[in-house]
């Protein structure tokens, strides 16, 4: 009687715990994870990226003005970890953004504060 009884219960917990919610979501897309990366080191994350301004050196010791604030190439920064730096534009998340222009990742919407050819790239 005792065994029947605790075999019961059990089938009731295993059928309750089929049934319970699911966690969701354990992936997090790159943008995500950046966002993530950034609120645990205390980064004020965001969609908008200005680009101030960019030094191309040798083996990857590259540099980017995003925001106001200097990120290198290698190692990647936690807050932007899909960065790529070029000669005269930056890719985030695979779109390019020039010196002086804004970009929203998540509208697209670009603002250009410079008129066209303001910027000369030195060879």
């Known amino acids: 009687m ?3 009884f605790i075999i ?3 089938m009731l917990l295993y059928v309750s715990c089929a049934h319970a919610n699911s966690i969701g979501t354990l992936f997090y897309s ?8 950034a609120a645990r080191n ?9 680009v ?8 990857k010791k590259s540099a980017v003005w995003i925001n106001g604030r200097a990120i290198p190439q290698m190692p990647p920064d ?3 970890p899909t960065l790529v730096i070029h000669r005269d534009h930056v890719l985030i998340e695979e779109k390019p953004i020039k010196v002086g222009e804004t970009l929203n990742i998540i509208s697209g919407q670009r603002v250009l504060r410079l008129p066209e050819n303001a910027v000369q790239v030195k060879p």
Not at 42 to 50: E, L, M, N, P
Not at 52 to 59: A, D, S
Request: a positive charge; glycine letters at 6%; zero cysteines.
């Open 42 to 50: 205390g980064i004020a994350q965001t969609a908008a990226y200005t």
């Open 8 to 10: 019961l219960i059990n």
């Open 2 to 4: 005792i065994k029947t």
């Open 52 to 59: 101030n301004g960019i030094i191309q050196r040798e083996q």
């Open 30 to 37: 790159p943008a995500e994870r950046a966002a993530l990366v």
């Open 78 to 80: 936690p807050a932007i």
